[in-house]
């Protein structure tokens, strides 16, 4: 067929870094004899949304995108829509019946039979697939870059989650756990680095569980480690996340050998009450995740740490939330995602347990964990000025053409004046001051 008569596919991704990679999948895999990707959402006959149902408020946004949708839709007839990914999954047929613009529903599983589906849409009829898999990890599909920089890339390296946490939707969009063939992924990592690009996030939901094991080939979520970073001394390789019930000494030997493995460990502890935990089916206590800390910090002195943390789940009392701040500070995180808890249908907590504490309240302890991880976020920075990093440059500063940015290994942002340099390069850069988000520094050599 033609370029011209290739129909036009626009893609656009909610939630979180997974979508991100499942995106660049889809694109790959409708970037075929019928269709192309389009970045112009005026010029696409369809439309597919990727979504995600993590929290209420995130539904919430992308049923306002379909509203705006729906007038373009008016303006032109042949546009087609479709919502992807795991607010897809949740909702199953009860979206297109809730939401009378969408054409086409598709589970996280489901994607090699997009084009398939997109012939029946084209044809008038509504089409859904929303099967979840056991197998599907996608493995030899060589994903599009979309909106990418050339430089850093992510590597989907399993799927799905079975570890249940009490108040979590993931279990039930993204289906059983499975990790994908290590062969594949070295492959995809060795020819990013091939084209050009100078670090990989290899991505899933628990990658301490990763596991795959081959006619006597029994590969961990550390042996894969070392088989990326031992591509190239200047392929920077980075993960997330790692869940605290099965970060392994082994892991954090593997990151402390090799410097190209990034000195950085997102560590979601949710609660920095036991008796929360333990509520949330964590599967570990404070003390526990304490001990982990403890480790990291003994085995990489310069490691940065960053957490997730939900407010107000279900029977959480004041003194519980004194515990999160208490753990807060006790660690002093680099950074921090913080969120309100909100209640997702069918999860355990929401067959089993109250989401009692007000909306309020949930704000007000919300609040003061922003509040003081601000000023946690701010010492961390404060603490590296005067000191000289490794930067992998990503590109030129918004706000000044004549300076660069790039992250050290901890994954902090540098923004420096650019000399002779280019995105890709790796310079040394020594800190001269900081926000509380940013340092500021200065070409080192
Ligand atoms: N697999 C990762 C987390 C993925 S979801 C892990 O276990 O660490 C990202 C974050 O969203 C979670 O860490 C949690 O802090 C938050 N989250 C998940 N469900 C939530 C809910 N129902 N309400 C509020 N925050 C939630
Ligand atoms: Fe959700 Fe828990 Fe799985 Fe993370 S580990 S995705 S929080 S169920
Ligand atoms: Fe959202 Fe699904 Fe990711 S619910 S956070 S897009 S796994």
């Not at 997974?18 to 004899?33: A, C, Q, R, T, W």
């Not at 993590?54 to 007839?77: G, H, P, T, V, Y």
């Not at 995809?188 to 084209?195: I, S, T």
């Not at 795959?212 to 970073?229: I, Q, Y």
Request: some cysteine; charged content about 30%; overall charge negative.
């Amino acid at each position: 067929m033609e370029e011209r008569n290739k129909q036009k596919v626009f893609i656009e991704t909610y939630g979180c870094q997974m979508n991100f990679s499942d995106s660049e999948i889809v694109g790959s895999i409708l970037s075929n004899d019928e269709y192309n990707l389009t970045t112009d959402i005026n010029e696409a006959d369809y439309i597919l949304i990727n979504t995600c149902a993590i929290r209420d408020n995130a539904e919430q946004r992308i049923r306002k995108r379909l509203k705006e949708l729906k007038a373009l839709q008016r303006k032109r007839s042949w546009l087609k829509i479709g919502v992807l990914g795991c607010m897809a999954e949740r909702l199953k047929d009860q979206l297109m019946e809730e939401e009378d613009n969408v054409n086409l529903v598709v589970g996280p599983d489901a994607y090699r039979s997009l084009p398939a589906m997109l012939k029946e849409v084209e044809s008038g009829v509504k089409a859904a697939n929303v099967i979840l898999s056991e197998e599907e990890t996608y493995a030899e599909i060589d994903p599009v870059r979309l909106g990418s920089n050339g430089i850093s890339a992510f590597i989907s390296i399993m799927r799905g989650c079975e570890n249940f946490c009490a108040y979590c939707v993931v279990p039930y969009t993204r289906g059983r756990e499975r990790s994908r063939d290590p062969k594949t992924i070295v492959a995809e990592a060795k020819r990013l680095f091939e084209n050009g690009y100078k670090e990989v996030t290899l991505l899933g939901q628990n990658v301490n569980s990763y596991k795959w094991t081959d006619d006597g080939d029994n590969v961990d979520f550390p042996e894969l480690m070392k088989r990326v970073a031992e591509i190239s001394p200047m392929l920077r390789v980075r993960y997330s996340t790692s869940h605290p019930k099965d970060l392994s000494d082994k892991l954090l030997e593997v990151m402390a050998a090799y410097d190209n493995i990034c000195k950085c460990i997102h560590l979601p502890v949710q609660s920095g009450s036991s008796r929360m935990l333990k509520l949330m089916n964590r599967k570990y206590t404070v003390e526990w995740y304490m001990d982990r800390i403890n480790a990291i910090r003994s085995y990489m002195p310069d490691c940065a740490i960053t957490t997730d943390v939900i407010a107000g789940f279900c029977g959480e009392t004041e003194e519980d939330h004194k515990q999160t701040l208490d753990l807060f500070g006790k660690v002093g995180y680099d950074y921090a995602f913080m969120f309100k808890y909100s209640m997702r249908p069918n999860t355990y907590a929401h067959k089993y347990l109250k989401d009692d504490v007000s909306e309020e309240e949930k704000t007000r302890r919300l609040e003061e964990i922003i509040a003081l991880q601000g000023q946690l976020s701010l010492a961390s920075y404060q603490k590296d000025v005067g000191k000289t990093f490794e930067v992998l440059i990503e590109g030129v500063s918004k706000r000044n053409k004549e300076q660069l940015f790039g992250r050290n290994s901890q994954n902090k942002v540098i923004v420096f004046d650019r000399g002779n340099h280019q995105p890709g390069e790796y310079v040394k850069v020594k800190v001269l001051k900081c926000t509380s988000a940013t340092l500021i520094g200065e070409l080192a050599e």
